[in-house]
Nanobody
Framework: QVPLVESGGGSVQAGGSLRLSCVAS????????LGWFRQAPGKEREGVAT???????SYTDSVKGRFAISRDNAKNGLYLQMNSLKPEDTAMYYC?????????????????????????WGQGTQVTVSS
C-alpha cells in the first residue's frame, strides 16, 4: 500500500496551469509539516514548497509567485497549484510528510531542502511543460 498518492500531473504548454493533489492512505497529515519536491532527469531532488501546521509556507525561489501550496487536514489532502508553468518546471513531483509531528520546517533548512527531514513519500506524478 502506497502511503501517499499524487495525482494531477500531465503535459501542458508553457504558461499553462496544473493542480497537483496528494492524498494520504493510512497516515494522517494533522500535526505534520508537508512538502512538495521534484526531480528532473539527471538532476538532484529539489524542495519546491512546504507548509506547516499553522499554514506558514516556504517556496524555492524559482517558483515564488507562480506556485501555491495548501492543505486540508480533514481530507488528508495536500495540494500544489502551479501557474505560469515553464519548461524548466518539467520533473517528477513528489509529496512528502515530515518525520516528526509538531516540528516546523521550511526550505531555509538544509534537511528540508534535501528531503531528508521527510519520512513518508509518494510515488510521484510527472509534469511536462513544452515550449
Amino acid at each position: 500500500q502506497v502511503p501517499l498518492v499524487e495525482s494531477g500531473g500531465g503535459s501542458v504548454q508553457a504558461g499553462g496551469s496544473l493542480r497537483l493533489s496528494c492524498v494520504a492512505s493510512g497516515y494522517t497529515y494533522s500535526g505534520y509539516c508537508l512538502g512538495w519536491f521534484r526531480q528532473a532527469p539527471g538532476k538532484e531532488r529539489e524542495g519546491v514548497a512546504t507548509i506547516n501546521t499553522d499554514g506558514s509556507t516556504s517556496y524555492t525561489d524559482s517558483v515564488k509567485g507562480r506556485f501555491a501550496i495548501s492543505r486540508d487536514n480533514a481530507k488528508n489532502g495536500l495540494y500544489l497549484q502551479m501557474n505560469s508553468l515553464k519548461p524548466e518546471d518539467t520533473a517528477m513531483y513528489y509529496c512528502a510528510r515530515h518525520w516528526r509531528p509538531w516540528t516546523p520546517c521550511g526550505l531555509a533548512d538544509e534537511r528540508t531542502r534535501a528531503g531528508t527531514a521527510f519520512g513518508i513519500w509518494g510515488q510521484g506524478t510527472q509534469v511536462t511543460v513544452s515550449s
